[in-house]
């Protein structure tokens, strides 16, 4: 069994291609794994320095990772605010930091660039503070996708350089766990490229959509006019569309689309209502246990409290042992 780390950012709804991507790894891993799933909220402050709702989006994050499947019985599912220790380690860090090579991240450099106004230090250490994250439960195995790689090899680094510096064998090296090609990539409704919330209204379908907003954003996918000779190639926004049924309906829907789009007898709006119909089933349990979450905040605080007590627990032994080995003795 290997210890799994993996910071949730509090952004928002979890939508189908968050689903069928991270977020179904992450239910995978908790089956056999040693998981500590956390949401990121102090990084979050990197950007947003005086957040308006804060909580609230912490709350919708972990609303919905609860509801698509993830289960604090088997994983460790806690704040990241809520572990104090995490930001000890993250100032021990720090001082084996250098100005240099934080400056050369490539997140750093894109957020420099888009907030210029706020170009503040915890922007640039960033990666300290995720590397904290992990190597204080000491991480094998980080579930992210390719955009974290650059900050995973400064984990790397910062995790070697401490066992250097202090001449222990202590943190291992955490890797990136990459379920790549496996992954499904879901495609958006505009017609192009992959589902995302920041690509438009109407492009991503969030798991906490209710039926007559699924039917109407499917409805609108983009298509085009129609195939004209049997067996032609589709287009990308209909080829999007068999995509989405490939993985969302049953093996016979897609057949038979399949066959009327060769046969040049497709109908794109009896596709479209039938893969509505199929994704609402896919949704309906994930959104009925959003509703029934949302009104428990009995069970909410439970989760919470009893995961940064886990979390804890991993968190000050490590804090423990890397003040012993730096020299912090008690008097
Ligand atoms: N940087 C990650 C992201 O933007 C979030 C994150 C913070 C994280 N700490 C982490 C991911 C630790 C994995 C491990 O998505």
Partial sequence: METVVSGIRPTGELHLGNYFGAVKNFIQMQETERCFFFIADYHSLTTHPTPENLHQNVKRVLINYLAAGLDPEKATLY????????????????????????MRVTSFKEKARKQPNNVNAGLLTYPVLMAADIIIHKAAKVPVGKDQ???????????????R???????????????????????????????????GEGNAIFLSDPP????????????DTG????????????QNLFTLLSVLSSPDTLAYFEEQY?????????????????????NAPMREKMLQLEKDEIYLRKVVTTGAEKARESAQKTVREVREIIGFKSF
């Fill in 79 to 102: 704040i990241q605010s809520d572990v104090p220790e995490v930001t000890e380690l993250y100032l021990l860090l720090n001082m084996n930091a250098y100005l240099g090579e934080l």
């Fill in 149 to 163: 790689e650059q900050h995973l090899e400064m984990t790397r680094t910062f995790a070697n350089r401490f066992n």
């Fill in 165 to 199: 510096m202090y001449k222990v064998d202590y943190f291992p090296e955490p890797q990136a766990y990459n379920f790549g090609q496996e992954l499904i990539k879901i495609p958006g409704l505009d017609g192009s490229g992959k589902m995302g919330k920041s690509e």
């Fill in 212 to 223: 007559e907003v699924i039917r109407k954003k499917v409805m609108r996918a983009v298509t």
């Fill in 227 to 238: 195939p004209t000779q049997p067996n032609q190639p589709k287009s990308e926004p209909v």
């Fill in 262 to 282: 060769n046969k040049c007898t497709i109908r794109y709006g009896d596709l479209k209502k039938q893969l509505a119909e199929d994704i609402i089933q896919i």
